[in-house]
């Protein structure tokens, strides 16, 4: 079962991201901005698509590389749905917080205002924190040595990007952003 509710929530978190963009667009937003910073974020899909097929193989019984578990207790699985329902209520709450500013990736030509409020106001970085929920908690559903050194990368993607982002924000929005940073934490 939890393997199951573990796909749903990968097929929730794009699906969510999408429909925003998708939302957005439509009102004449261009929002997704992906790798224009970075020229070598073009890596990033392919290794998510391999992931996703993972935890797919996982629930779905198909061929997998990784067949082997680290652990199996049955709390630690829940615990891992509990974790990837918070992370995709933290992607959710997030979304609708930035109303029309939302972007994925930085936006340097058409930035819009600073969003301080809804989770914002207790979190810089919740879409961050919501896709490491989501990571932990797939690990914790499916604990093999692939969705561990995912976990371990995708926290330095997430943070890294955390850091390009910030570094923009400062610019962008200098001290407003920089009061705001004294007032709420990067993470959690």
Known sequence: MQEYLAV???????????TRSYLLRRR???????????????????????????VVAAAFDLPNISTRPFFHFEVLSWAGILLCLAGVTLL???????????RVGIDVDRPDKLVTTGIFAFSRNPVYVAFAFVLLGQFLVNP??????????????LHRQVAREEAFLRKQYG???EEYCTRVRRYL
């Open 92 to 102: 959710l709450l997030s979304l609708v917080a930035f109303g029309s500013s939302f």
């Open 144 to 157: 093999d040595w692939i969705l561990l050194a995912y976990l371990a990368a995708g926290i330095w993607l």
């Open 28 to 54: 004449g937003t261009r929002v997704i901005h992906f790798g224009r910073i970075d020229k070598t974020d073009f890596l990033i899909p392919p290794f998510a698509l391999f992931y996703f097929y993972t």
């Open 175 to 177: 001290r407003e952003y």
């Open 8 to 18: 749903l929530t990968l097929v929730l978190l794009p699906g969510m991201v999408l």
